[in-house]
């Protein structure tokens, strides 16, 4: 380790109350920001001052050259933003040439409210806020769908973002096949397949995103209205070869449904739901995928909330009406305890890497073979702080044992425990 870049840290963390303040609050990003204002660290040494405690600073004063102590970043302002662009870990998204970030923005919550399946009313400031904070942090895709807002979950992150240079923009993912009723908003959305819809649906799609080409267009739930899967799956490959997308994948496909595509055109990416609560994919969905170099981004991997550790018994029960939540079974009852209670059981391993609640439950979906990244919401910039570092979080097998036990006492869930 190169000393003198250790003491330089350590002066200016001393000095300056304004960085020694952003320190405590997220020393990863803190070295980030140092590293862009010319300090020169090497990958093994920000590995050892992650470690440092805040409580360290005072002891580590003596070991320092006073005159070292003078050093003060006063003169470069430090902003409520930093940029982990160049640090957080990278994973080949299957066969679409595309290096995605272990996490990536979930657009569903920022949709708003008015729709069946909305997480209540959403300021659209905040929302954009949240985005952008993201694509801050270095988070380099953003997961959203037509249906999400009934169109205006698309719109918000094209708002968000317009004013980035096009060269640091994040991917952005959309989904196809769920079709409202724009006279009842109140009406659940129909799970459409058939190839004329769904070439109307990617134009509007393309439209609200304000873009040329989406990155990855997603079949999000199997057709309902007659429409063979070889039939929708046909349509979304004829979009990829005409450039109106980037790559194509299905979301809540079970094995049968990627064979059956399989068989017509490679499946490139899988989006399913998985979290340590419903773990049913990794027994099926998961493998397959992996054997077929089809990438997998998970959805609700800290399940909708419950494995924030913010969340409780109490707050369930003051979920509005015009939240999805409140009806379901994961939010009331027995389920609800349980869940509360393995998100509980989470702390310890939490507290044993320094890190949140929701950043474990995150890691140990990301700890299983197959999946490439989890989608993870936010409806404020302060959301995405506490869930980023499971980009880079690796959980021990201790980790994982300890969490496994948890699953097996606290009765949550369904499926495999252990990666």
């Known amino acids: 380790m190169t000393q003198q870049s250790v003491e330089i840290l350590i ?18 990003g803190v070295l980030v920001w140092l590293l862009q204002q010319g300090l020169q660290l090497s990958r093994l040494e920000m590995e050892a001052l992650r470690s440092i405690k805040p409580s360290d600073l005072s002891g580590l004063a003596e070991t320092i050259d006073r005159r070292l102590q003078k050093a003060s970043l006063r003169k470069v302002h430090m902003t409520h933003t930093i940029h982990d662009t160049d640090t957080l870990p990278t994973a080949p998204l299957g066969t679409t040439g595309m290096q995605i970030t272990r996490v990536g923005f979930g657009a569903w919550a920022i949709g708003g409210g008015g729709w069946t399946f909305a997480w209540g009313n959403q300021d659209d400031a905040d929302s954009i806020a949240a985005i952008r904070h993201a694509v801050e942090r270095g988070i380099n895709w953003i997961d959203t769908a037509a249906v ?9 992150v094209a708002r968000a973002l317009r004013d980035i240079p096009a060269d640091d923009r994040p991917y952005v993912f959309t989904k196809a096949g769920l079709v409202w009723d724009e006279r009842d908003h109140a009406a659940p959305p129909r799970r459409i397949g058939d190839p004329l819809s769904l070439r109307r649906e990617v134009d509007a ?7 040329e080409r989406i990155d990855l267009y997603q079949m999000h ?7 063979p899967l070889e039939d929708y799956w046909g349509t979304l490959l004829q979009l990829k070869a005409e450039g109106k997308v980037g790559a194509v994948g299905l979301s809540n496909h079970d094995v049968a449904q990627l064979e059956a595509a399989e068989r017509v055109g490679h499946v490139d990416t899988l989006k399913p739901p998985f979290s340590a609560i419903r773990r049913e994919g990794a027994a099926g969905e998961l493998p397959w995928c992996a054997a077929h170099r089809t990438g997998v981004i998970v959805y609700s991997p800290m399940q909708s909330g419950l494995l924030t550790g913010a969340f409780s018994v109490a707050r369930a029960a003051q979920l509005g009406a015009d939240d999805w939540r409140s009806r379901s079974p994961d939010f009331s009852g027995v389920g609800l305890r349980r869940n509360v209670a393995l998100a509980d059981a989470l702390r310890p391993v939490a507290q044993r890497h320094g890190t949140t609640v929701a950043a474990v439950a995150v890691a140990w979906t990301l700890a299983w073979r197959g999946v490439t990244g989890a989608i993870v919401g936010a409806r404020l910039p302060t959301q995405v702080d506490g869930w980023i570092g499971a980009a880079s979080l690796e959980l021990t097998d201790a980790d994982l044992d300890d969490i496994a036990a948890a699953i097996a006492r606290t009765g949550a869930g369904t499926g495999p425990v252990r990666p």
Not at 11 to 28: I, S, Y
Not at 205 to 211: E, F, G, N, P, Q
Not at 221 to 227: F, K, N, Q, V
Request: hydrophobic share 30%.
């Open 11 to 28: 002066g200016k963390l001393l000095t300056d109350e304004e960085l020694r303040e952003a320190f405590q609050q997220n020393p990863h």
């Open 148 to 156: 999400y807002g009934l169109g205006h979950s698309e719109e918000i």
């Open 205 to 211: 799609s393309l439209r609200r995103l304000d873009v």
């Open 221 to 227: 739930w199997p057709a309902e209205d007659g429409t």
